[in-house]
């Protein structure tokens, strides 16, 4: 708990396909798939990220640094009916997500600039996010867009996801812009396995997705996509 807020242990793994496979397989057996999976493959999430102009969120994340936190505002599923604004904090391998929802016009406003309505809401994220907008000049810097599978045990409140076919827009910081184009930014036969846990990993759980046996890398989907995005336009 850190001022009140609580936070989790979450750890990354790179996945070739058969290791994928294998885990997928024993997993669909063991645990439950998320409720809001719309089929095998899992759901999709689209997420529009900010940073300022000095680009903190992807140095920070580069360089290593303890704590950092980024915003987002997330959507499911091609869908305007759930939309987020979302801040991940991180202190090492911990994580804390703080969440807020947005309306679709909300979210327009905030992409046209007008972002005054943040203070007439009664939510604290949201006013520090205007603070973020207005003082420290954040802006629009890369949508973000993967399939997720996710498997779920109440115990520890564990969930063990594989994120797939990670992607960059490339041309539109609008989520909802039928034109967006996407650039796919791993390899086809990597996933991305995320495991977060409350005070602990049942061990029976330990044993099936074995860690040990995988490649455990400090993955920022976001800098991957932003990089991405940085080999097509220079800023």
């Known amino acids: 708990m850190l001022r009140g807020r609580s936070l989790r242990t979450e750890q990354k793994y790179y996945l070739h396909l058969h290791d994928y496979l294998s885990l997928k397989n024993t ?22 990220y900010f940073d300022d102009p000095l680009r903190s969120a992807l140095i920070t994340k580069n360089d290593g640094v303890f704590r950092r ?36 016009e909300e979210y327009k406003n905030v992409l046209a600039g007008e972002y005054s309505f943040l203070l007439k809401r009664e939510e604290r994220l949201l006013h520090e996010f205007y603070a973020a907008l207005k003082t420290y000049q954040f802006r629009p810097s890369v949508i973000v867009d993967y399939w997720r599978e996710a498997y779920v045990y109440e115990w520890g409140n564990v969930r063990i996801t594989f994120d797939k076919k990670l992607s960059a827009g490339i041309n539109t910081y609008d989520m909802f812009d039928q034109s967006l ?25 330990r044993q099936i997705i074995q860690p040990m046996n995988h490649i455990r890398s400090s993955i920022s989907k976001y800098v991957l996509c932003r990089e991405k995005t940085l080999q097509h336009y220079k800023e």
């Open 27 to 48: 997993l669909s057996n063991a645990l439950e798939l998320d409720k809001h999976s719309i089929d095998d493959e899992g759901y999709n999430i689209r997420s529009l």
């Open 69 to 104: 936190e980024k915003y987002r505002i997330r959507m499911y599923n091609d869908s305007n009916e759930t939309i987020n604004l979302e801040r991940k904090s991180k202190f090492g391998e911990y994580v804390c997500k703080e969440s807020a929802a947005l309306t679709y």
């Open 181 to 205: 184009v996407l650039e796919e930014v791993l390899p086809t036969e990597l996933t991305i396995m995320e495991v977060k846990f409350d005070s602990f990993l049942p061990d029976h759980l």
